[in-house]
Each structure stands twice: as C-alpha cells, then as structure tokens.
C-alpha cells in the first residue's frame, strides 16, 4: 500500500481520528464525560469551553494548514486528545476543575486543526466520482473508533449497576490510544505535493502563502452565499451531542450506558456506508443524488427527534428529579435503544450530506481546506450553544 496514494492518506487520517477523535466521543457518549452522574455539570462546562475554541480554531484552521501544511497540522491536532482525557480523570479522582476546564481549551485549539486535514484530504485527495466514499471511510474509522472506546468501557463495566464513574484503567487506556495517533500523523502524513494517483498525475499545486492571506481568504468564505447558506445547517449536524448522552447519563445505570454508547457508535459504521451508495451512485446525476440523500437524511431525522420527544414527556424525565436508575433489563429499554439507533444513524448522515455538499463546490486545494475548516467550526458553534444550554440546566425538553 503506497503511502503516497490518496486513498492511503486518507485512510491513515481515518485511523488517526480512529485513535483520537473516535475515543473522546465514546467518552461523551457514556455522557458526564464518563464520570460520575454527578460529574455531568462540570463535563458539560468543559464542552461548553471547548467547541467555543473550536470553533475559533476552526474558522482558522485552514489558514493554518495551508502555511504550515498538513503534518505538522494534523500532529499538533492530535495532541489535545489525551491531555483533555488525562484532564476528565483527573477531576473524577481529585474533584478539581481547573484541569478539564484546561483541558477544554487545549483540545479546542487542537481539534480545529486535526478536522481541518481531515476534511482536506478527503475533499482535496478524492476524484469527483469517489467523495461519498471518502467521506464514508473516514466517517467508519471514526465510528470504529468510538465502538472500541465504548466496547472496551462497556466490558470492564459490565456488571456494574451503579451510577458511579469508569475505573481509572478505562482512562489509561484511552490516554495510551490517543498519544499513538500522534505519532502516526508525523510520521505517515505527506505533504500534498508527494501525493500521486494511481496514474501518476499530481494534485493540483498546493503552494504556501503568506498568514495574512489566508486569514482574508477566511473572511472571504462569508461572501459565497452557497457557504452562507449551509451555516444552520453545518452548526446543527451534531447538536444532539448534548442531549441523548446526558439523558442516557441520566436514566440509566453505568453499564446501561456503556451499551448504550456501543450501540450508538456501532450503527453509524453500516449508515455510512449505506448512505454513501446514494451519494456516490453515479446512475444518477449529481443533483439527483444529492436530492435522493437530503430526502433519506430528512425522514430520519424527523423520526428520530419525534422519538426523543415522545420518550421525555412519556416517562417524565427531568433533571430535577431523581435518576430512574434503569437497567437494560428493565422492559423501559426496548424503547430507548430504539432512539439511540436513530439518533446514531441521524448524526452520521447529517455529517456525510453537509460534506459532501462542501466536497462539490470546488477542487481547488487551499480553497477546501479553508471549506474543512470552517465546517468544523460552524458545527462546533453549534456544540457550544447546545452545550451551554445543557451546563444552564435548562430542561431536557
């Protein structure tokens, strides 16, 4: 497998997201940042603090890239990952805050910068006939990701009925995990001028322009009413980050939630795949396809939000009032993993249709990797706000 190869880089910036981006999430996913029930304040504090710095980094994570390139870019990304988990066990073991509110910030910063190479490559690095398929492999490496971080919890958790926290192993694991993607993204990233396809062409020229440049050409994204117009949009992909981890947080037992976590991830590996044989299928004109997968993405997503809905004011869950405790043996189950299928299916092709969108605007390097980092930073924005309302204690409903 030649390490120059486009879908080779994109593989391995897969992976890297596998090792980093993929573990934190099954961190959120146990909600309360895998801490005590009663950790979920702080938790949703430290989220707050970091998507309000991603989406800072975001915005200018192009920039930042295309001065310094990718390697360097997406090594530097990596490195927030395990100071910002080494920061969530230190709280749930010593009760101080100060360091996974640091934590937030450092990873914030960081992970503008990783996602920025990420959606780079796979805008810039794949043909016009494969970028659903891009998408959809660095969407599985990142869900493989996330389902190994969830399995290895749910394991050592397994017989725990408790609300109590994961076990420091569970923290040293992940710590171990995140730190190998840094050194995988130094020494396997290329520059994209060593990038060749199959046939030996090039990519087209990626040169470096000066700082000051790039960061214009930031503020220059606001003016294409294409991009305009996909703000909402991109801001919403992952709002419900918030919420269906904090009320599985809430109702269910640990080990309840470990599985609850599992299931989410495990179900966006076959979504993406799925919903990227609409995207890419090219008996259909481009136009066509993107209507076919809009209208999938739509059903589902009203479906799953009707669920969620339902489920809250059926049961009564309110955050004020104690936890049910459940357990996946409780009858009540059936109902929630119902949910937490479509919510992991919504999240996965919300992501694959906004990209995929940005993918088709341009095949202009330093342009899509300003389009990468901006998406980011819009859907942190919008992490910041549903976080901030969950850090308010406002009602589940």
């Given at each position: 497998m030649r390490i120059t190869r486009p879908w080779?880089?994109?593989?391995?910036?897969?992976?890297?997201?596998?090792?980093?981006?993929?573990?934190?999430?099954?961190?959120?996913?146990?909600?309360?940042?895998?801490?005590?029930?009663?950790?979920?304040?702080?938790?949703?504090?430290?989220?707050?603090?970091?998507?309000?710095?991603?989406?800072?980094?975001g915005f200018f994570g192009g920039s930042i890239m295309n001065t310094i390139g990718p390697k360097w870019t997406m090594t530097i990304g990596a490195f927030g990952y395990p100071?910002?988990?080494?920061?969530?066990?230190?709280?749930?073991?010593?009760?101080?805050?100060?360091?996974?509110?640091?934590g937030g910030v450092v990873i914030g910063l960081c992970a503008g910068l990783l996602w920025t190479v990420s959606g780079f490559i796979q805008f810039a690095y794949a043909e016009e006939k494969d970028k659903g398929t891009y998408i959809a492999w660095q969407l599985f490496l990142l869900n493989l990701g996330c389902t190994i971080g969830s399995s290895v919890a749910f394991g050592i958790n397994f017989h725990d009925t408790s609300?109590?926290?994961?076990?420091?192993?569970?923290?040293?694991?992940?710590?171990?995990?995140?730190?190998?993607?840094?050194?995988?993204?130094?020494?396997?990233?290329?520059?994209?001028?060593?990038?060749?396809?199959?046939?030996?062409?090039?990519?087209?020229?990626?040169?470096?322009?000066?700082?000051?440049?790039?960061?214009?050409?930031?503020?220059?994204?606001?003016?294409?009413?294409?991009?305009?117009?996909?703000i909402i949009p991109m801001a919403a992909t992952e709002m419900s980050q918030s919420l269906i981890p904090t009320l599985s947080a809430y109702s269910f037992n640990l080990r309840t939630r470990s599985l609850n976590s599992v299931i989410y991830w495990l179900v966006q590996i076959p979504a993406t795949f799925v919903y990227s044989t609409i995207l890419d299928n090219t008996r259909f004109q481009r136009r066509v396809r993107g209507l076919m997968a809009l209208t999938v993405g739509a059903i589902i997503v009203i479906?799953?939000?009707?669920?969620?809905?339902?489920l809250q004011i059926k049961h009564n869950l309110n955050r004020h009032q104690p936890s049910p405790e459940w357990d996946w043996s409780d009858p009540v189950y059936g109902e929630f993993v119902i949910m937490i299928l479509l919510a992991g299916i919504s999240l996965a092709i919300d992501q694959m249709a906004v990209m995929w969108i940005l993918g088709a605007f341009s095949n202009e390097p330093r342009l899509l990797a300003r389009y990468g980092g901006f998406f980011k930073a819009m859907l942190s924005a919008g992490l910041c706000v549903a976080f901030g309302l969950e850090a308010g204690s406002v009602s589940y409903l």
């Open positions: 080779t880089q994109n593989f391995i910036s897969g992976v890297v997201l596998l090792l980093t981006v993929g573990i934190y999430l099954a961190v959120i996913g146990l909600g309360a940042g895998g801490g005590k029930a009663s950790s979920a304040q702080v938790s949703t504090a430290t989220y707050t603090t970091l998507y309000a710095v991603f989406a800072l980094s100071f910002y988990v080494s920061g969530l066990w230190y709280y749930d073991a010593r009760g101080q805050e100060w360091y996974p509110l640091l609300l109590n926290g994961v076990p420091i192993s569970v923290y040293l694991i992940f710590i171990i995990i995140m730190t190998s993607a840094v050194a995988l993204a130094f020494f396997a990233i290329v520059p994209p001028e060593d990038v060749r396809r199959d046939d030996g062409t090039h990519l087209a020229v990626f040169t470096a322009p000066d700082f000051r440049t790039e960061v214009l050409g930031c503020f220059e994204l606001l003016k294409d009413w294409r991009i305009v117009s996909l479906a799953n939000w009707a669920l969620v809905l339902g």
